[in-house]
């Protein structure tokens, strides 16, 4: 029946003309009568399809006109210029004014997207999908993002600028809201059958602590300490060493650091890891906390390495792509402010973009700031817990989720000195990596005022003021990259870090020991930065923060080093460089990791045993330049070989069912051993009889591989192609096919320049060139409406897909007469 609805809905809404639109509308008729009624937590699908209410009210001609609205709240005209791209320029007369409109015009667009990204922040989705979601809603509570938000929320508001903001655009947002009637409402709210319902300020924050969640919300502590219950000290620490083999740090290697650090904590010599793995086994394995290689770029080239003499500035953060789109794209101009860039819909502001004096972008930087305490409780009631030698009461908290068409569940949670107890041992964890009976000790948990950082850096005109906004900046930690007219570049690895003894968190704490605790925090002025060093480049690809002089911990391991290595050798060897070469350079699909295993996997092959299929497959391989070009076959051989291989390596010791949850070692690790430990036991399969090296691991992944690809796309052909094989597509965040894109034949993949999976890559692709005149361009993949009727809901993919970027329209005044410009809205 759901078919039926997204035939109507594509036939009509998206412009498709056939008889099967014809027929599925009609049908669509007969059964209206009948879908009025409402079965179990489904909303009655009647009112989907009513003529004059239900979806067929969300198409969009998207011709261009000028309109205006009169709204009681602005104290003073202003004025939205659109562009061809369908980008808002806002012209305000004063802040709270351009804030309101802000949250009134991305309400326009973006509305049920705000609105369901901040009810899963807050663990509400049962109320709109019913019982299905309640252990993620639970999940939410569990790990305390609402009380995270308001402990920010009571920070944003205290400071007078952020109070002014905030309010400003929850006023907006509203306005619009309460001029919508039912016909009016996006689509996905007719679709699952519920309202808009009012917004408040302590969704901004629920946006940014579900942006925290999102990249500092990882932890591989419970898999290291289930390792190293199973083997040893030594076996842990030469699997996961704590320096890749191979680096190319954020922070340039040998920069001096300009600051006294702090007195070091010391481990207490009492802790013993591996006595805190002592779990029952769980039934279940996860064997990666994530997919490496993927990830987000940034960079900055000083203008002695441009055409033009003046810096360059690109960012192109990798996050889930969805359609509406992460990203929404404006510019904002009052007095004192006039900024263009992309802004989270839901938070004021712009994230990632330029005004006429500086330009700036993120990248993740993933350091340790989730770990996991071992709760020893006084006896089942769970009113009291150990610690230093004394009972300590716990904090409870009543957490009631209301359950769309079911009776609203009731849980409470266990508040520690460290953070609540996620789960009790006897319950199943929603998330595999999070340990039961432990309590979260998580920079979620902290207040921070992230939209004053933005705030200032939206107004910033020199190095000096971009250092100074990131001083109120918590979490999520990012890689601030910074580039200005007047020929300055920087990076600063910047978040509110804690101060930690050496790998304190790399395995499960101690619970019962105040001396566990994080000890403090890192001074901002200490965290890793530089600023227009001599090789004339500054970028960021995830990887280590800083060579082994940084003084403090920040993390054991982060992604592995192959994009920044090749980002650092383009931007070494770069000269004259123009926004279109850097713009190319975005798109790279070079695999550093194919250049540094392959050799040494097609040496271990015993090519004597191949069939003609294989061989073949052998010969692409042998002829490949290591770029994962869409049109390309040996991309897919290498990228599937690999995956059997690691799995051939590690699969038998660290993912068997039954045992506790584990990982394997990272790619680096791998790489090692195929070049420089070709004899270790880990090439063993524990599991068989027979003693197997290297090159049974090699020879029978390898034939895995082709066994694979044959049962999948048939023999070696064009369906083997690396496009067609990696299939990315761009979903509804809802994940309903008919709703996104179809598959894009794109090159790249994890671990390039141009990091790109089925559902993960470049969600905002922005370059920079600074001056006198801004040359900005930019793109994402979806369009600036969340409404699948509209023209502007898919617009750019096509562009993107290209690794095209779109010219940025930046109007100094309202009335500037730009080609770009096709139509006004006018508030007043």
Not at 310 to 316: E, G, M
């Amino acid at each position: 029946m759901i078919i039926i609805f997204f035939v109507c809905f594509l036939c009509y809404i998206r412009g498709m003309k056939s008889l099967k639109g014809i027929a599925a509308i009609v049908l669509a008729g007969l059964l209206f009568a009948v879908l009025q009624i409402k079965i179990g937590s489904a909303p009655p699908v009647g009112n989907f399809l009513d003529p004059f209410t239900g979806f067929w009210q969300n198409a969009e001609n998207g011709e261009p006109r000028d309109i205006e609205f009169n709204l009681d709240e602005l104290e003073g005209k202003v004025s939205i210029l659109y562009d061809t791209s369908r980008v808002p320029h806002i012209f305000a007369e004063n802040d709270k004014d351009l804030y309101f409109a802000q949250g009134y015009i991305t309400a326009r667009d973006r509305l049920w997207q705000m609105e369901f990204q901040t009810m899963a922040a807050a663990g509400r989705i049962s109320e709109i999908v019913g019982p299905v979601a309640v252990n993620f809603d639970l999940y939410q509570r569990r790990m305390g993002m609402v009380y995270g938000a308001r402990q920010s929320l009571d920070v944003m508001m205290s400071d007078p600028r952020t109070k002014t903001i905030i309010e400003a655009y929850t006023r907006g947002i509203n306005a619009y809201i309460s001029g919508l009637q039912p016909r009016d409402y996006p689509f996905e709210y007719k679709l699952l059958g519920y309202a808009p319902e009012k917004w408040t300020p302590l969704k901004c924050a629920l946006l940014l602590k579900q942006m925290t969640k999102t990249l500092n919300g990882g932890s591989d502590d419970y898999y290291l300490s289930n390792i190293l219950a199973k083997y040893n000290k030594d076996i842990v620490y030469n699997l996961f060493p704590d320096r890749p083999f191979r680096a190319s740090p954020v922070i340039p290697a040998g920069t001096a650091w300009d600051f006294q650090p702090l007195p070091l904590p010391e481990p207490p010599k009492e802790a013993d890891p591996k006595a805190l793995s002592s779990l029952e086994v769980n039934g279940y394995w996860r064997p990666e906390r994530s997919v490496p290689g993927i990830g987000s770029n940034n960079w900055a080239i000083s203008g002695s390495k441009t055409a033009s003499g003046h810096p360059i500035l690109a960012n192109d953060p990798h996050l889930n792509l969805t359609l509406p789109s992460l990203w929404y794209q404006v510019q904002l101009s009052s007095p004192g402010v006039n900024v263009c860039g992309v802004s989270l819909p839901g938070a004021p502001g712009v994230i990632i973009g330029f005004n006429r004096s500086i330009a700036w972008g993120v990248t993740n930087v993933d350091p340790d700031v989730l770990d996991f305490y071992r709760i020893r409780f006084k006896d089942e009631e769970k009113n009291e817990y150990w610690l230093d030698s004394a009972w300590i009461p716990l904090e409870k908290k009543v957490e009631t989720v209301k359950v769309r068409g079911a009776e609203e569940v009731r849980d409470t949670v266990l508040y520690t000195r460290f953070g609540p107890v996620v789960y009790e041992e006897g319950e199943t964890p929603f998330e595999q990596s999070v340990p039961q009976g432990y309590a979260a000790k998580w920079i979620a948990h902290e207040g921070g005022n992230e939209v004053l950082t933005f705030y200032e850096l939206n107004r910033a005109e020199n190095y000096e003021e971009y250092v100074m906004a990131l001083r109120h900046y918590v979490a999520p930690a990012q890689n601030f990259v910074f580039a200005s007219a007047g020929n300055d570049i920087a990076m600063w690895v910047n978040g509110k870090f804690p101060l930690k003894w050496k790998n304190q968190g790399k395995f499960l704490l101690d619970g019962t020991r105040s001396s566990n605790d994080w000890q403090g925090w890192i001074p901002h002025a200490h965290n890793p930065h530089v600023k227009d060093p001599p090789r004339g480049f500054v970028s960021s690809a995830n990887q280590f923060s800083a060579d082994t002089s940084y003084p403090y911990y920040l993390n054991w391991e982060y992604t592995q080093p192959g994009r920044a290595i090749r980002i650092n050798e383009l931007l070494a060897g770069m000269q004259k460089a123009t926004t279109d070469s850097i713009r190319l350079m975005q798109s790279d699909s070079y695999k550093k990791l194919a250049e540094w295993a392959l050799p040494a996997m097609l040496q271990a092959l015993d090519t004597t045993s191949l069939k003609a299929e294989e061989n073949k497959a052998r010969l692409e391989l042998l002829a490949w330049d290591y770029r994962n070009a869409a049109a390309e076959i040996a991309p897919s051989l290498f990228e599937i070989w690999w995956e059997f291989l690691e799995k051939a390596i590690w699969g038998d010791e660290f993912a068997k069912a039954g045992e506790r949850p584990m990982r394997y070692p990272g790619h680096d690790r791998s790489i090692h051993l195929l070049n420089r430990e070709k004899e270790a036991r880990w090439f063993d399969n524990v599991n068989t009889a027979a003693k197997e090296g290297l090159r049974d691991a090699a020879t029978q992944s390898f034939r895995k591989t082709i066994d694979s690809l044959q049962q999948t796309y048939g023999q070696m052909g064009e369906a083997w192609q690396w496009g067609n094989v990696k299939g990315t597509h761009i979903a509804h965040i809802l994940g309903q096919d008919a709703l996104g894109s179809e598959k894009l034949l794109m090159g790249g993949g994890k671990g390039t320049i141009n990091a790109l999976n089925d559902h993960n890559g470049p969600s905002w692709r922005m370059v920079v060139e600074m001056g006198d005149t801004i040359n900005a361009y930019g793109i994402y993949p979806g369009g600036q409406s969340g409404n699948p009727g509209s023209p502007w809901y898919d617009n750019m993919i096509e562009t993107w897909r290209q690794g095209k970027l779109h010219k940025l329209v930046f109007l100094t005044e309202p009335d500037e007469d730009d080609p770009g410009i096709v139509s006004t809205m006018t508030l007043q």
